[in-house]
């Protein structure tokens, strides 16, 4: 069936039943059906939203419609986990064409579901237009993780200072290795293979190593959508510093490195999707977090004073490398359509 033939209200009946069936929050006290949701709120709030469009973030040629409603949620739970804080509710707005199918917007709630349930979110509202371009925006709202006092611990992107160490959870490249796998289908080890295409499907920010790390103190942090060099270009304008990295010390998975031996560093450090976590912070901060975080904090460099502002990419000798590629730009080609 299409959606037309259940049209706009039909959908949303159908939408707010697989939401609630995940659950809501006991602060909630409307959500979908009312002009708008309503919730207890207290303390400091986080707001930010994130739209993937058809063509431009995305294809369907690769991505299911499950993947597109996880990553639709996951991408603002990296936002919110980069600040420290913890995602409460979610707005879901859809740009629809008219003859997707109801199944596939079924898949598409499954998705968001999986997604709400792993990060304890609950979708309390949005927006359903008619679209020829499939749009799918969620608007998220968090708490800031508060200290004793009940003041905010945000890590910032201007909260960098010179000497602080740089680091990164996981592991970076992937995403962009698995998107270049399902693109064409290049020959390599299947095992390694089916990991880096999961990476690229299915993107998992790390959301309570930044819960941690703002209680820990550290104030500064990006989440790594874009490239870890782009990203931490960020963190050096913001601040006004440099920063300098160590290409030995990029965390790279074994995967990574078998199936892309050449271009590993280059899709590591300018690939873009990771949603990992950058932290900085003075180096015996970064320790603690790698002794409570449950996955891997590595530390790849530091900040240093630099009146360029830049983030530099060192190899073993201490000499600056430049990449082949630069980190992701919204208004670069999306790399399908070439
Ligand atoms: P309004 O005319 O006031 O904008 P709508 O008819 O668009 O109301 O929406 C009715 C209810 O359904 C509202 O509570 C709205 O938040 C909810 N809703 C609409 N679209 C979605 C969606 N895509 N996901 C979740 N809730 C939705
Ligand atoms: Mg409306």
Same mark, same amino acid.
């Given at each position: 069936m299409k959606i037309s033939e259940l049209g706009e209200f039909g959908l949303i009946d159908r939408l707010a039943q697989a939401f609630a069936e995940a659950g809501r929050p006991d602060s909630l006290l409307i959500g979908i059906g009312d002009d708008t949701a309503a919730w207890k709120a207290s303390g400091v709030q986080l707001i930010t939203t994130d739209t993937l469009i058809e063509g431009t973030h995305f294809s369907l040629r690769y991505w299911g419609w499950r993947d597109l409603g996880w990553n639709a949620l996951a991408v603002n739970v990296s936002d919110i986990g980069a600040m420290g804080g913890t995602p409460e509710q979610a707005l879901l707005t859809l740009a629809l064409p008219p003859?997707?199918?109801?199944?596939?917007?079924?898949?598409?709630?499954? *998705?968001?579901?999986?997604?709400?349930?792993?990060?304890?979110?609950?979708?309390?509202?949005?927006?359903?237009?008619?679209? /020829?371009?499939?749009?799918?925006?969620?608007?998220?709202?968090?708490?800031?993780?508060?200290?004793?006092?009940?003041?905010?611990?945000?890590?910032?992107?201007? *909260?960098?200072?010179?000497?602080?160490?740089?680091?990164?959870?996981?592991?970076?490249? /992937?995403?962009?290795?698995?998107?270049? &796998?399902?693109?064409?289908?290049?020959?390599?080890?299947?095992?390694?293979?089916?990991?880096?295409?999961?990476?690229?499907?299915?993107?998992?920010?790390?959301?309570?190593?930044?819960?941690?790390?703002?209680?820990?103190?550290?104030?500064?942090?990006?989440?790594?959508?874009?490239?870890?060099?782009?990203? &931490?270009?960020?963190?050096?304008?913001?601040?006004?510093?440099?920063?300098?990295?160590?290409?030995?010390?990029?965390?790279?998975?074994?995967? &990574?490195?078998?199936?892309?031996?050449?271009?590993?560093?280059?899709?590591?450090?300018?690939?873009?999707?990771?949603?990992?976590?950058? &932290?900085?912070?003075?180096?015996?901060?970064?320790?603690?977090v790698q002794r409570v975080s449950k996955g891997p904090v590595s530390i790849i460099g530091e900040m240093v004073a630099d009146p360029e502002h830049r983030a530099r990419l060192l190899d073993a000798t201490g000499k600056e490398l430049s990449l082949p590629a630069a980190g992701w730009d919204h208004l670069r080609e999306a790399p399908w359509r070439k």
């Open positions: 003859d997707a199918s109801v199944a596939d917007l079924d898949e598409l709630a499954a *998705g968001l579901v999986e997604a709400g349930r792993e990060y304890g979110t609950a979708i309390v509202g949005g927006d359903i237009v008619a679209s /020829d371009t499939l749009m799918v925006t969620v608007a998220l709202i968090g708490r800031a993780t508060v200290d004793t006092e009940g003041e905010p611990l945000l890590m910032t992107r201007d *909260g960098a200072r010179a000497g602080d160490v740089i680091a990164v959870t996981g592991y970076l490249g /992937d995403s962009a290795a698995g998107l270049r &796998l399902l693109l064409d289908e290049k020959q390599a080890d299947p095992e390694a293979a089916e990991h880096l295409r999961k990476a690229h499907l299915r993107h998992r920010p790390p959301l309570a190593v930044g819960r941690m790390a703002a209680r820990l103190s550290v104030r500064a942090a990006i989440d790594v959508s874009d490239g870890l060099l782009q990203d &931490l270009g960020h963190v050096c304008r913001a601040s006004g510093l440099g920063a300098v990295v160590r290409a030995a010390a990029v965390p790279m998975s074994p995967a &990574l490195v078998r199936s892309f031996p050449g271009q590993a560093l280059s899709l590591a450090c300018s690939g873009g999707e990771d949603y990992q976590l950058l &932290l900085v912070a003075p180096g015996h901060t970064i320790q603690q």
